[in-house]
Each structure stands twice: as structure tokens, then as C-alpha cells.
């Protein structure tokens, strides 16, 4: 159950952070695409532009601010998912006392963690006529 509560948390995140990237018009000047999303989507099927870290900061940021409003439990539930969980708390330097009661996570490692598993994977399968017309697929 607590299993299918944190997908469905971090499928809202994913579907809130398409919907930000749609608000943008398209920073990439190709004809098809409308917005931020779509250039995402092609970025990730085809190739990065050279000023691929401008949408990876921008869901980045987007991704952080949602995880910010839910509570620690939540956050840390998340977090346990996250394979890199292991090498993330070999790099903290605390007492074990403090890792017992509630270790320090990064907000910015679990946005990674739900851009890569969720949002990147997303955009990584994502289709519309645009993209389909872009990509060759027609």
C-alpha cells in the first residue's frame, strides 16, 4: 500500500512538471515543436543540445519545490527507493547517532532520482504528431 501511495506521489510530480515545461513556448527553432516539454522529449530521444542544463536546472527546480511541500516521511520514503541511496550516505560525514534518528538527505539527490526514474523516462517514450513529424516517424 505505502508502496503504491509513493508511485502515485511521484507520478503527480511527474505529471505536474510536464504540465509546467508545456507552459513554455520551445526554446529550439525547428518548426514542430510548441514547448519546453516537446523540446525536452526530442532532446531525450534524439541528442542534447549544448544548452541541455537549462532544462535539467528548470525541472530540477520544479521537481525540488514540489518535493519541499510534502512531509519528511514522504521525502524519506522516496529516498529509500533511490539505488544511490547507499553511495549518497557514504559521502555524509555525521555521528551515527544522528543517522539513527533522521538522516540528512539532499532534496536535490531525490529530485534526481524521480527526474531519472519518472520524468526522464517519460519524455524518453513520449509521442505526438510534432515530435512523430520530427523525429521521421511518419
Same mark, same amino acid.
Given at each position: 500500500?505505502?508502496?503504491?501511495?509513493?508511485?502515485?506521489?511521484?507520478?503527480?510530480?511527474?505529471?505536474?512538471?510536464?504540465?509546467?515545461?508545456?507552459?513554455?513556448?520551445?526554446?529550439?527553432?525547428?518548426?514542430?515543436?510548441?514547448?519546453?516539454?516537446?523540446?525536452?522529449?526530442?532532446?531525450?530521444?534524439?541528442? !542534447?543540445? =549544448?544548452?541541455?542544463? &537549462?532544462?535539467? $536546472?528548470? @525541472?530540477?527546480?520544479?521537481?525540488?519545490?514540489?518535493?519541499?511541500?510534502?512531509?519528511?516521511?514522504?521525502?524519506?520514503?522516496?529516498?529509500? !527507493?533511490? =539505488?544511490?541511496?547507499? &553511495?549518497?550516505? $557514504?559521502? @555524509?560525514?555525521?555521528?551515527?547517532?544522528?543517522?539513527?534518528?533522521?538522516?540528512?538527505?539532499?532534496?536535490?539527490?531525490?529530485?534526481?532520482?524521480?527526474?531519472?526514474?519518472?520524468? &526522464?523516462?517519460?519524455?524518453?517514450?513520449?509521442?505526438?504528431?510534432?515530435?512523430?513529424?520530427?523525429?521521421?516517424?511518419?
Amino acid at each position: 500500500m505505502l508502496l503504491h501511495c509513493l508511485k502515485a506521489t511521484q507520478k503527480k510530480i511527474t505529471k505536474q512538471t510536464i504540465r509546467y515545461m508545456q507552459s513554455f513556448d520551445t526554446a529550439l527553432d525547428m518548426g514542430y515543436l510548441r514547448n519546453l516539454w516537446d523540446d525536452v522529449c526530442y532532446q531525450r530521444q534524439k541528442e !542534447q543540445a =549544448p544548452f541541455w542544463s &537549462y532544462y535539467d $536546472d528548470m @525541472i530540477l527546480q520544479s521537481v525540488s519545490s514540489k518535493l519541499e511541500k510534502l512531509s519528511q516521511h514522504e521525502i524519506y520514503a522516496i529516498w529509500l !527507493q533511490d =539505488p544511490n541511496l547507499y &553511495y549518497q550516505l $557514504d559521502d @555524509i560525514d555525521i555521528g551515527k547517532e544522528h543517522i539513527d534518528k533522521s538522516p540528512p538527505y539532499c532534496v536535490d539527490d531525490i529530485s534526481r532520482y524521480i527526474m531519472n526514474e519518472y520524468i &526522464y523516462r517519460e519524455a524518453e517514450s513520449w509521442r505526438n504528431d510534432r515530435l512523430r513529424q520530427l523525429l521521421g516517424y511518419f
